[in-house]
């Protein structure tokens, strides 16, 4: 029988957008992993994690000194680069409507921890100036924008309610600080808990923090030391809010910044070279700017800088970026119900839970350092690393999520509760945590290229080896702009699937 | 008999809602269950939900529907226990000519026919309420409980969809706040008030006016 419904074309099972956008992305990320590299490269992939699973039960607690120094010196970057952030993102937030004071706070923020300790590595040495400053610089963007948007939500009423004449500073600290105060510091807590993650990778560039000391413990293929040191970390992290006390910080950031480890000398002739000199492309530098040869020159290097090392590491970033947040979505999918009432009583959410815990707690760049160590250079261990990291943190928020939807009394259960009433209910909500992830992910991808994945950081890494400063910075502005590319293009698909446009807590 | 209550108490937390309750429903009751709202009414549909679970189809006052799927897939819910979970995912991903078949007929007959693949979530209040009775329906079964199930319909579709309720179930039990439809349809009436029953007869010969002192203001303690 057909129907007037079906001459007119209604009637027809249709897609919504939020499901064509999810099919083209998987589709994209398929077509990419045709031009990826997966191979396995290691001989013996599984005795080496048998050797690594053993570790990890019969973790080493007696190297109490390094363990001990790991953690104090962790700590203590990740306080006072955060503070320093927290300090400059509230003055820079009350500028933030200021077009400059923006865009400085995005490539600020657009640029890894890692990339910035490496150029105030050129610059400052081996000094804890550089860790601090690695981590402040790109925190202080975040924090101007998530302290900006969550002042600007004052309630009007509060405001107009004010006398004639009251000066901005008086309203700012009598009415719009206290009012966003809770979040400010809800936020800024979690700032350090990332801080601390933060903190611990800067250790894989050589400042003394648990990154340095896993490393040597794995390239000493000890790993009931390196088991130890990130069971620390992670008991520090679920333990945040115990020793985090409002009334103790003032303490810790007095201690803190003598905790920082040795100091070396900086050396300022280092700093002005590397501002006036180092920065200059080789072309240009010590050139007369009035020459057109100089220029010509310098287009001839532009041309071979984009061509051979910023097109490629686009594409490979783009390519491992792709596959790694569609591995991300099936990875949350799985995840999510570990932890929500709906699906596993206490015991199983347990379980889920420190499985979660584990996985959002080691920071990306570790788990990928591991996973390269078990089989060998390739983008596998990234897509692995990224998945298994961002999933447990959108699994976890999702969980949660979860547990407030209120079904029917008679509604089904198990994979068909799943599919059809829990899963459709937050599909918005996850592609919304989905895509703020997305310009994470390719932040993290970026600086991957450091562990010898050809990323844009693998050219960038090279660059810096040659100590050619000039191609590093060419490079690092590009992958600000592809980062900057990225999340405007995720902000327009979040608009045009009417996806809700503010969480803080998944937005690193 | 399907259910059988004897000086029952009912209620939630905080404190007891329904006092010395006795009812029983046979197979084939068309009971209305009437009275003012506070009277308890939702409170005894759920007490007898929660015994007929498993051979009732439900219409909940709140639909209970998923915004973000179609028409189709909403009443295709109510038969998910009867399909292996890859014929449902499968449905899910591609609805099946025969579920559409199957679904197409009732929707059409309740005023829904061009929305079967509407996000639920789009559609009124009153239209979400009538893809409610569609999946109960779709469910089958002898027995239907709803809570209000045309209180945001218009009269016009509320006749529509207590027809087809009526046609598809042997046994049926509804709430309704509509004294009217209630003695137009049920074969019986459950009057509410003050927490107890203080009528249960059969709706023949019954007139509105007989109902009235139902909505008379209770004791004031009660309130």
């Known amino acids: ?508 | 008999m399907l259910l059988q209550l004897v000086n029952q108490d009912f209620g939630y937390d905080r404190g007891l809602v329904l006092r010395d309750i006795s009812i029983s429903i046979h197979a084939g009751d068309r009971i209305a269950l009437v009275g003012e709202s506070g009277a308890g009414k939702s409170t005894l549909l759920t007490a007898i939900q929660a015994r007929l679970l498993e051979q009732a189809a439900l219409v909940p006052q709140n639909p209970g529907l998923v915004g973000t799927l179609s028409v189709f897939h909403n009443i295709y819910m109510g038969r998910l226990n009867r399909h292996s979970t890859w014929y449902n995912l499968l449905n899910l991903a591609w609805p099946q000519r025969r579920e559409i078949d199957a679904i197409r007929p009732l929707v059409e007959r309740i005023g829904l026919g061009e929305k079967l693949f509407e996000r639920a979530g789009e559609l009124s209040g009153g239209q979400q309420q009538r893809v409610g009775v569609c999946r109960a329906i779709h469910q089958g079964g002898d027995l239907v409980l709803g809570d209000e199930p045309v209180s945001a319909v218009d009269s016009h579709q509320a006749r529509t969809v207590l027809d087809v309720l009526h046609e598809h179930f042997e046994t049926v039990v509804l709430a309704m706040h509509d004294v009217d439809l209630a003695l137009s349809y049920a074969t019986r009436i459950v009057g509410l008030q003050n927490g107890g029953i203080a009528l249960d007869s059969p709706s023949a010969g019954l007139t509105a006016a007989d109902l009235d002192f139902l909505y008379k203001r209770g004791d004031e303690d009660h309130r």
């Not at chain 1, 107009?160 to 719009?176: D, H, M, Q």
């Open chain 1, 1 to 508: 029988m057909k129907t007037i419904a079906d001459a007119a074309g209604v009637g027809r099972p249709r897609y919504s957008a939020a499901v064509r956008v999810s099919t083209l992305f998987v589709a994209i990320a398929v077509f990419c992993l045709a031009f990826a590299d997966i191979a396995i490269t290691t001989l013996d992939p599984w005795s080496e994690m048998q050797r690594m699973l053993l570790g990890v039960v019969t973790p080493d607690f007696f190297a109490v000194e390094a363990i001990g120094t790991a953690v104090v010196q962790t700590i203590s970057f990740a306080l006072v680069g955060v503070a320093l952030a927290a300090f400059f993102g509230i003055i820079l937030a009350q500028f933030f409507h200021i077009g400059p004071v923006r865009w400085a706070c995005a490539i600020a923020r657009s640029i890894h921890e890692l990339f910035w300790a490496l150029i105030f590595l050129q610059m400052f040495g081996l000094s804890p100036l550089t860790g601090v400053l690695a981590i402040a610089i790109p925190y202080a963007g975040i924090c101007a924008k998530v302290y900006a948007e969550t002042l600007d939500e004052t309630p009007a009423a509060a405001l107009n309610a004010l006398p004639a004449g009251v000066s901005t500073i008086s309203a700012f600290f009598f009415v719009r600080l206290p009012d966003a105060w809770a979040h400010i510091k809800n936020y800024t807590l979690y700032r350090f808990e990332c801080g601390l993650r933060s903190s611990a990778v800067l250790g894989f560039v050589g400042l003394p923090t648990l990154g340095y000391y896993l490393q040597t413990a794995f390239s000493e293929g000890n790993y009931s030391e390196a088991a130890a040191q990130l069971i620390m970390f992670y008991v520090i992290i679920a333990s945040l809010r115990l020793w985090m006390k409002p009334k103790l910080v003032g303490l810790y950031l007095l201690v803190a910044p003598f905790l920082l480890g040795g100091a070396s000398q900086i050396r300022w002739d280092n700093v002005v070279r590397f501002v006036t000199e180092d920065i200059v492309p080789a072309p240009l530098r010590n050139a007369d700017l009035l020459d057109p040869q100089a220029w010509s020159a310098f287009g001839d290097w532009l041309m071979m800088m984009l061509g051979d090392q910023a097109l490629p590491g686009i594409v490979a970033t783009v390519v491992l970026t792709q596959i790694a947040l569609v591995a991300t979505a099936f990875l949350t999918l799985a995840f999510f119900p570990l932890i929500s009432t709906k699906f596993f009583g206490r015991f199983g959410r347990g379980v889920g839970h420190l499985f979660l815990v584990v996985m959002r707690s080691t920071p990306e760049f570790i788990l990928v350092y591991i996973f390269l160590q078990l089989w060998g250079p390739s983008m596998l261990p990234a897509i692995v690393a990224l998945a298994l990291h961002n999933g447990a943190i959108i699994g976890h928020l999702l969980g949660r999520y979860s547990d407030e939807i209120r079904l029917r009394p008679d509604s089904a259960s198990g994979f068909n509760l799943y599919a059809f009433e829990v899963v459709p209910r937050m599909y918005g909500q996850f592609l919304a945590y989905l895509f703020y992830r997305w310009e994470i992910i390719m932040r993290e991808t970026a600086i991957l290229g450091v562990l010898g994945i050809a990323t844009l950081g693998f050219y960038i890494d090279s660059a810096l080896a040659d100590i050619r400063l000039d191609r590093v910075m060419l490079l690092l502005l590009v992958t600000a702009l592809l980062n900057l590319g990225i999340d405007s293009l995720s902000r327009r698909i979040r608009a045009g699937l009417r996806l809700s446009t503010r969480i803080d807590s998944c937005r690193d």
